[in-house]
């Protein structure tokens, strides 16, 4: 089956992707397919910013509350999920819009994925078993690119990467080098949204205040016995997760978690500088172009190619 024509959004987090969707959706007569990693576990609302029921406006959103939080979720099950879902939406006539938390899976979903070697335990555990300095450095030796974008603390990623390096002798950057020259396609439209690093995260520091004041903490600590490891790491509920646990004062808390959100955005300014080698690909300066005009912009865009 030929992809369906869809329009992808991207940008940093609390850039405003979400109503960005919803607008879009309702001018185009579309449907959400959202591309995030931990917006798919079910009852993770309040701090992973899954767009409420009122905030969607009666859009279909697919792709939310697929997963329950003990069980582990990968790229490669998104993917598959969302080329279904972004066939199905199409055969009905309407128009998938997919919308990015995680740029790993829109970058996937454009381009394909490295698929690797498959996961070796003993080799798994025996990294496992390292300090995490030493893994670190590791990292650092084999494959220096990886390790700028990787963060200290990721040990799964940077496990993976290790892990790559030593069954293939190649670095995992190196297999990946297939993203850095993107095909042209016309069925597909990139949207990117341009925020200066000042104005980004002052928005990061005013959506974590909201977490705390909408209950974050109530929701970290119902969800606290069923998280696995997987979703234990996701920003927010890690720092509550400490903050229960008596390590840190909520107000440490809220800070580690501004703190590690805005590391997150310049990970994030990383892969945007990757998805804007995308062929035909419109980016928005969000901070100059009033927010009422970015919906008409794009639809303007995408109209010829129908």
Not at 266 to 286: C, E, F, M, V, Y
Request: hydrophobic share 40%; proline share 7%.
């Amino acid at each position: 089956m030929d992809t369906p024509r869809t329009i992808l959004i991207v940008g940093p987090t609390a850039g405003g992707k979400t109503d960005l969707g919803v607008e879009l959706a309702l001018r185009l007569s579309g449907e959400v397919v959202t591309a995030d990693a931990f917006q798919v576990y079910r009852g993770m609302d309040i701090g992973t910013a899954k767009p409420t029921p009122e905030e969607r406006r009666g859009v279909p959103h697919h792709l939310l509350d697929i997963v329950d939080p003990p069980e582990s979720f990968s790229v490669h099950q998104w993917l598959a999920l969302a080329n279904r879902t972004i066939g199905d939406i199409g055969a009905g006539g309407r128009l998938p819009i997919v919308v990015g938390g995680t740029n790993l899976y829109v970058k996937s979903l454009l381009d394909g994925l490295f698929e690797g070697p498959a996961p070796d335990p003993a080799l798994r555990d025996q990294l496992r078993a390292m300090s995490p300095e030493a893994r670190r450095e590791e990292l650092v030796r084999v494959d220096p690119d990886a390790a700028r974008r990787i963060h200290p603390n990721d040990e799964r990623r940077t496990i993976r990467a290790i892990e790559v390096f030593r069954q293939t002798g190649r670095a995992i950057s190196t297999h990946q080098t297939q993203w850095d020259a993107p095909g042209a396609d016309d069925s597909r439209l990139l949207v990117g949204l341009d925020w200066p690093v000042e104005t980004i995260n002052r928005r990061i520091n005013a959506r974590v205040r909201a977490m705390i004041e909408r209950g974050l903490v109530e929701e970290v600590r119902r969800l606290a016995p069923h998280l696995g490891p997987q979703a234990r790491e996701a920003l927010g509920y890690k720092q509550i997760l400490a903050h229960l646990a008596g390590a840190m004062s909520l107000d440490d808390a809220a800070e580690k978690i501004k703190i590690e959100t805005r590391r997150f955005a310049k990970n994030q300014r990383t892969w945007l500088k990757r998805l804007r080698r995308t062929p035909g690909s419109l980016w928005i300066d969000a901070a100059t172009m009033p927010r009422e005009e970015w919906a008409g912009l794009i639809e303007r865009a995408w109209r010829p190619r129908g």
